[in-house]
Nanobody, 124 residues
Framework: QVQLVESGGGLVQTGGSLRVSCAASGRTFSRYALGWFRQAPGKEREFVAAISRSGGGTNVADSVKGRFTISRDNSESTLYLQMNRLRPEDTAVYYC?????????????????WGQGTQVTVSS
């Protein structure tokens, strides 16, 4: 199995940028497709972005397309989410997730391993 630890969350103003990271340990990182999800208070968990095992394929939610970029460094066993032009509605706890199933899964139930989350708050 794989262990995931997010970092890099924080408080940022509207229009600002932030990069969150997810460090993995355990089994071979490149075996897993990876995803980012988020959950705001009182709302359901929402898909943000996913990336294939090699990093050559990505899938990004319409709500963040053009503003967020998902990437991975298999040599460093780390997943990234670069968030630009942040909006107050992007405020949420951001979770990374890993799976051996699928290419770029968008549904949370397809992921087997989850990190503990990192808080991102965008002030207006």
């Amino acid at each position: 199995q794989v262990q995931l630890v997010e970092s890099g969350g924080g408080l940022v103003q509207t229009g600002g940028s932030l990069r969150v990271s997810c460090a993995a340990s355990g089994r071979t990182f490149s075996r897993y497709a990876l995803g980012w999800f988020r959950q705001a208070p009182g709302k359901e968990r929402e898909f943000v972005a996913a990336i294939s095992r090699s990093g050559g394929g990505t899938n990004v939610a319409d709500s963040v397309k053009g503003r967020f970029t998902i990437s991975r460094d298999n040599s460093e066993s780390t997943l990234y989410l670069q968030m630009n032009r942040l909006r107050p509605e992007d405020t949420a706890v951001y979770y990374c997730a890993a799976t051996t199933r699928g290419v770029v899964p968008t549904q949370g139930y397809n992921y087997d391993y989850w990190g503990q989350g990192t808080q991102v708050t965008v002030s207006s």
